[in-house]
């Protein structure tokens, strides 16, 4: 699992109050065939999953689809003890934001975890999707798909209400967020050939 | 336990006694400080009986299992006893977590309480 045989690894955090079903979410996505490892020492917990990743071109022709090594990281509880570091955000370079829609307290914190994000992840506006997690237990709702909505919609973030028991939309919000982050490097990407090009005609002068 | 040291005996029964009130009702801790305790928890600092006890007992889990792996009592050159707990605890569903704890005991007018505190998870990803 851990050869080098991919083009990209992407590290991806997922964030939420406790027990709004992080762990779950990341076992549902990864389905318990990968590579589940707990590492006791440092109180994280990741989990790989592989997937290949295709571009759509301007064309609309997909390219040659990228070799993704997806790591899924996990705060395994700690956030109960003390706040999380500006450590414990580094190399993330996407985060998977969940609350438990049958508990309103963890979407009120919603907030709390965005501005969070804005002080330690590595940048101001990284790519976050924001998960209301444990759709299948609608008899319990407490929080309006529509409340999450505008929420999502005043920052600038996808939202999906998902299901980490019976799997709705689990897969679908880690795709989206993989798909920020490679449209985002593909964008940094074009900034540098730029700045290459634009200092490569500079040095002709 | 005949056979042991004085600071072994009052250091592991106070551990036990400890934890135990951790785990079913932690608002009960109240009794093992004074206003003169000191707690460190994760870094953050606390100073008496009441900041202490609102502190633990403002920990957001509903149940927590504590398991001890070992402990050390050391008598002090001004007949206090000082211990170490390593152990790992289990916090509502979460994963397992080692932890470190380290007490700072005294006794005071008959009883043995405990002025010192220290907690930290034993995680290393700081």
Redesign the interface.
């Known amino acids: 699992m851990s050869d080098g045989d991919y083009d990209y690894l992407i590290k991806f955090l997922a964030l939420g109050d406790s027990g709004v079903g992080k762990t779950s979410l990341l076992y549902q996505y990864t389905d318990g065939k990968f590579n589940s490892k707990f590492i006791t020492t440092v109180g994280i917990d990741f989990r790989e999953k592989r997937v290949v990743y295709r571009a759509n071109g301007p064309d609309g022709i997909s390219g040659r689809g990228q070799r993704i090594h997806l790591q899924l990281w996990d705060t395994a509880g700690q956030e109960r003890f003390r706040s999380l570091t500006t450590a414990f955000f580094r190399d993330a370079m996407g985060f998977l934001l969940l609350f438990d829609l049958t508990n309103e307290q963890s979407f009120l914190n919603v907030r709390n975890w965005l501005s969070q994000l804005q002080t330690h992840a590595y940048c101001e506006n990284p790519d976050i999707v924001l998960c209301g997690n444990k759709s299948d237990l609608e008899d319990q709702r407490t929080v309006k798909e529509e409340e999450a909505k505008e929420l999502a919609e005043k920052y600038g973030i996808p939202y999906f209400e998902t299901s980490a028991a019976n799997g709705a939309n689990v897969s679908k919000a880690v795709e989206t967020l993989l798909d920020l982050i490679m449209k985002r490097m593909e964008r940094n990407l074009g900034k540098d050939k730029y700045q290459q090009n634009f200092i490569r005609a500079s040095a002709l002068h | 336990m005949g056979d042991k040291p004085i600071w072994e005996q009052i250091g592991s029964s106070f551990v036990q006694h400890y934890y135990q009130l951790f785990d079913t009702d932690r608002t009960h801790l109240g009794a093992i400080y004074i206003d003169a305790s000191c707690l460190t ?4 600092q606390f100073q008496g009986k009441a900041a202490i006890v609102e502190k633990l007992s403002s ?3 509903q149940k927590i299992q504590h398991s001890i792996t070992a402990q050390d009592h050391q008598p002090t050159p001004d007949s206090c006893i000082l211990s170490m707990v390593v152990g790992q605890l289990k ?8 932890f470190h704890q380290t007490f700072l005991l005294k006794n005071f007018q008959g009883a043995w309480v405990c002025t010192n505190e220290i907690f930290r ?6």
């Open positions: 928890w994760e870094g953050q920990l957001p889990f916090a509502d569903d979460d994963q397992v977590l080692g998870l034993a995680l290393h990803n700081v």
